[in-house]
Each structure stands twice: as C-alpha cells, then as structure tokens.
C-alpha cells in the first residue's frame, strides 16, 4: 500500500543507489581532492561542527561493514540546521586508532532527502579484522569510531564475546549503562529495541523529551532520534563497536501491530505515520542501503554468521505480527503469528540448515511462558504482546528447537525491563518437558528509572522454568566459546546520577548439547548464615500478634556479615519482595528480624507463603533455599 510519502521508483533507486558502496580494492586516494576543490563552498555551507551525533558502524559481514553518520549542526531542529542541499562528505578507514595506516577513502554524498545521513557500506575488507573510521566534511572531522569485520564463513573461532541492550528511555535515567558498555572488549554490540520512545515524558532529571509532546511526524522522529544520540554515552558505546540493531514498538507507537495503532488511527493515517517513523529510524541507524524502507514497508530481519562459532537471527516481530489479544483462548488461535509466513519460513529454513555450533534469535519480547493465575492449580498464559500471546508460532520454534541436538538455539530477548533467566521447555505446560534452549532476557539501558534490587534465583510458583530475575539496570555481556555459553549480568548502581559504577550481578552458563542454563559462582567461599527459623504470627515485644513473619538469622562464622540490602522474596510471587533495613550480624550472633514496632524491626514480611528466599542485592552474597532451612552459601542456588 502506497502512502503520501512514499517515494516514486526511479528517485528511490536513485537515492538508494547514492549511499555509497565502496570497494577497497583500486580506491587508492579517491578522495584527496575534495579538500582543496570543495573545501572552500562546504566551508560556507557548514558553520559549525555537523557531527554532533557521532559515528558508528554496523551489521558486520567477512568483507564488508556499515559506516554511519549523519550531518547535523542543530540537532533539536527538523532539517538538523542543515541546507536544503547535497553535501559531499569523505571517509576513510584504517587499520590503526590514530588514521596513518589508511587502506581506503572515498566521497559520499548526504542528501537532504535522507536528513543528509550517510550509510557507506565498504567493500573489501579483511575477516575477523579491527578497522578504524573517521568522516570529514570541509573543515570538521568527525570523531574516530572503532569496527570489526566478522569472521570469513566457516573459519574456526575460539572466542566470541557481544552484548545486548535494550529500553533506553531518555527522560527516566543516564546512560552510565553505555559508558561502561563502550569500555568492555567486545566484537559486536546488539540493541533489541525501543532505541527511542514516542511519548512526551519530560522526566526529573532535566532529560525531558524534545519535542515535549507524543511524536508523529517525520520531523518529529528526527528529533527524536537526533536527541537521544547527542548522549555522550551513547555516543561512546556507539563509536567502539559495530551494532546490529532491531526494533520493537516505541521507535513507532506503544503496542503496534502491523497496520494497527493502539490508539484506533484509520489506517491511511497510522500508515503515514509508520512510513514517517521507519524513515527517521533508517536514517539514524548503521543498516545497509538494501534496507532503506519503502514507504512503510523495511526489511530488517537479517542473518549474521561468525565463521562456525555462531549464527545470529536477527527477528522483526512488530511489523507482520497479528494484534495482540488479551485471554489464552485467542492467543491460541493457530492462525495467530508474531512473525509471519515469510520470516517464520525464512527462520526455520536458516535453522534447519545451519551449521554454526551456536544458532542465537536476536529477539525482541519474551518467548518462555508467564503463568498469570496465582492458583498453583490453573495454568493461564494468557496473552499480550509476548510469544505467549501467539502460540502457534512459539510452538513451532520449540519443536524445532527440539529436532536437532546440535542446534544449541539461545535467544537474547529485551523489551521488558527486568533481568531473567529461562529454560525453554519443549511443551510449556508441562513443566517436566525437556528443555530445548536457552533464553537471556535483559533489562533496560534506563526505563522506568532506577530499580529496587529485587533479585530472585530460581524457579518462581507461575514460572518453574525460571532462572534468576532481577531489576536493575544495565546490560548483558555474552561470551562464547566452542564448549561454553557465559552471560553476565552487568548491572549500574543508579541511573538517576550522570555517573554509576557497574558491577556482575550474576553469571549463568549453557553448555553446547545441553541446553539450558545454570549458575556460575566465582565468589570466594564464605561461612553460612542459618535462618533458624520462619514463623506466622509473631508475638511483639508486648505479647501481641503482629499477624506477620519473624526470621531468625545466625552468623556460624567467625567474622561479622554486613547484611544491609538483604531482600525477602517468597515463592508466591515477585510482589512479595522485601528489602532490610541496615544491620551487621557478628559472629555467631542470632538476631530476630521481624515486623511490627521497636528497635528491632528491619522489614515489612507478609504471611502466606512458603518456600521464602533470602538473597543480597547488593553485596556478593546470595541466601538462598533447600528443604529444611535457608543458609547463605556462597556455591548455591535454590535445587531443582
């Protein structure tokens, strides 16, 4: 369907042909004369310095990867303060930091229909290699960005390490997350969606959303995007590595579904609006000339091999899903699809005939199952926005999964702000199905501002196939190797200050042949502290009932335990998440923890539930459960 934007074929084929392909091979010094013959007319045009997005590279390939920026003196303005005219602009690449070794340069062209972005898609290059980048246009220099090419197909690879971000709303939080990110050693960089949000927030932190106000147009979605990128953060994470990107719902509008707007727009509008905003996105992200949209209408789901390590899927499950549903029975509908014909068919082709050790599905909203009834008896997925609300399709990809032992599928997942580990199980409600893969699901970069610390290991009542949850803020590190699947949880201590130190929560692994995760433990070993016991109703201080909890702790050891941060969770659900007050327990004390009035009340706990866990938000110490007792056991994570 064609919409009032969409551009005419010759003139698209024009400008899609312009964004240059570049071939090293011959290049020689292409560009050297453009200093002196064009200088001097750029020099009027550009007054001020036109970089002030950036740089970055992406969707590595053996030979080949993106360069990306965009020329905009005056981000927070629709034509970026630019003229309404073609720009030359040159670029070089290089195989050292400081630009001497150049191995080839060129001339491209930002045009003012494109928001005078550039995408330089260089040709040539050698696998597996570090190359360094930089633009010019008249007298300004764009700063030095950092890329890799992949490894040549087939080639064996020892090590492969990545991470993946998501959520990065602008007005609720720093982006300390990416300033830490910029300074890990990682081949690739993957951000799974909602890069920019739609809404008019304006925030706490003087970071309020520019323009103030619900974005629709496509100057509005240049802004946009032009503001998130003027982060110095950003922009550092941005500049070290190449990206492989994706999107989920706010680069458009919250909960969109193919032609549908949550809001009820008629169609021919929200069409409008969707051409206008998958413009802006394109023109502001590392992605090849080939996926340029086509009014509203752009290919983005993609594959990346690197060499016979890995293989990564890259998913698109907005623009072909059906409309989200609210009860399990729809969402069971076999007809319903979150992906549609044509990529499902072109996933599990891709899977089917891989041959990598490791098959990843760069993903952007959770596939295990959620159990939303609080009756242990009734099992109801329901349905929303999740793979749990388009059942046939995740079925499917579990019985693929399961077809092939040497598959080792893991899927890295955004969207909902929270850290969790899953098992995939081949048939979800059955609990005691094998398991088929892996999921990392990780939280967000910023949005809904700092977290409470909340963590939990192991299974929850609604989800035994759960791992670990956690909601902080931060990223996911992934190391691979031919044997072994690493994930940490790095997490920032505020995004609420312009600074933050970062630390590893947690780190899990799967095993090639195994799929699955497990709990990786590198803390040093620690005497145990016993919850001797857990009560209902205990009596106060003045032999009243509280109607509450009292848990009675005791350090075994022989040094004192800070167990300030220390959280309660029970196993009736993460609501019940409860965090102490301030308290060191010496050695071989007892103290009595509970709730009501006096000087010994450390927390609010709530009767009811069984199963409790005691872990440390924020020390490296993890109480955790068996059948018997809770001990604080630095090796341990609640049995299976």
Request: aromatic residues 10%; proline residues 6%.
């Amino acid at each position: 369907m064609k919409t009032p934007n969409q551009l005419e074929s010759s003139r698209r084929e024009f400008l899609r042909r312009a964004y240059t392909t570049a071939t090293i091979a011959g290049l020689g010094t292409t560009g050297a004369g453009f200093a002196t013959a064009e200088e001097n007319k750029v020099r009027g045009v550009l007054g001020s310095d036109p970089f002030t997005l950036g740089v970055t590279s992406g969707d590595p390939l053996p030979d080949s990867v993106v360069l990306w920026t965009r020329l905009v003196p005056e981000p927070l303005e629709g034509d970026g303060g630019m003229p309404d005219r073609q720009v030359p602009v040159q670029w070089r690449i290089a195989t050292d930091e400081e630009m001497n070794n150049v191995v080839g340069e060129g001339d491209a062209i930002a045009h003012p229909e494109y928001a005078h972005s550039i995408h330089v898609d260089v040709k040539g290059l050698d696998p597996n290699t570090e190359y360094y980048y930089q633009f010019k246009v008249g007298p300004h220099y764009s700063p030095v960005g950092r890329t890799k090419t992949a490894p040549a197909e087939g080639a064996a690879v020892e090590e492969f390490r990545f991470a993946f971000t998501s959520c990065q709303n602008y007005p609720r939080g720093y982006y300390t997350a990416h300033r830490h990110l910029a300074e890990e050693d990682l081949d690739l960089a993957i951000h799974l969606g909602d890069y920019i949000y739609e809404g008019g927030a304006q925030g706490s932190l003087g970071r309020g959303h520019e323009p103030p106000r619900e974005i629709e147009s496509l100057d509005d979605y240049r802004i946009r995007h032009a503001q998130y990128k003027t982060d110095p953060d950003l922009q550092a994470a941005h500049a070290a590595f190449p990206w492989i990107v994706t999107w989920d719902d706010h680069e458009l509008d919250n909960n969109w579904a193919d032609e549908i707007s949550q809001d009820d727009d008629p169609v021919e509008e929200f069409l409008k609006r969707r051409a206008d905003a998958f413009q802006a996105y394109f023109e502001h992200q590392p992605l090849r000339p080939s996926r340029m949209p086509d009014g509203p209408d752009m290919p983005l789901y993609r594959r990346f091999t690197f060499g016979e390590l890995a293989e990564f899927n890259v998913l698109d499950t907005r623009q072909y899903r059906d409309d989200q549903v609210d009860s399990s029975e729809e969402a069971k509908d076999p007809e319903r699809t979150i992906l549609g014909d044509e990529q499902e068919e072109w996933l599990i082709e891709g899977l089917a005939n891989s041959t990598t050790r490791w098959n990843v599905l760069a993903n952007q909203v959770p596939v295990a199952a959620t159990d939303e009834n609080p009756n242990p008896d009734v099992q109801d997925f329901g349905g929303g926005d999740k793979w749990d609300g388009y059942r046939a399709d995740r079925q499917t990809l579990l019985e693929v999964m399961s077809q092939d032992a040497d598959l080792n599928p893991v899927v890295v997942t955004g969207d909902v702000h929270r850290n969790y580990v899953y098992d995939l199980k081949a048939d979800f409600s059955d609990p005691d199905s094998e398991t088929v893969g892996t999921e990392y699901v990780g939280t967000s970069i910023s949005s809904f501002g700092d977290g409470s610390g909340m963590t939990q290991y192991g299974p929850s009542a609604g989800e035994p196939w759960q791992r670990f949850f956690n909601v902080d803020r931060g990223y996911v590190r992934c190391t691979i190797t031919q044997e072994r699947w690493q994930t940490d949880y790095r997490v920032v201590s505020t995004v609420e200050e312009p600074t933050a130190s970062v630390r590893t929560l947690a780190s899990f692994a799967t095993d090639a042949g195994n799929p699955g995760a497990k709990l990786v433990s590198e803390r040093p070993e620690q005497e145990p502290v016993e919850i001797t016991e857990i009560q209902a109703n205990a009596p106060g201080r003045d032999g009243e009932n509280l109607n509450g909890e009292y848990v009675k702790l005791r350090n075994g050891g022989d040094a004192a335990i800070d167990c300030s941060g220390f959280i309660l969770s029970f196993e009736g659900g993460r609501a019940q998440n409860y965090v102490f007050g301030d308290f060191t327990l010496g050695a071989g004390e007892t103290v009595t923890v509970r709730n009501g009035s006096g000087e010994d009340t450390q927390s609010t706990l709530y009767t009811g539930f069984t199963g409790a866990v005691l872990n440390n938000s924020n020390p490296d110490t993890v109480l955790v459960a068996n059948d018997e007792k809770i001990v604080l056991d630095e090796k341990s994570y609640p049995p299976s």
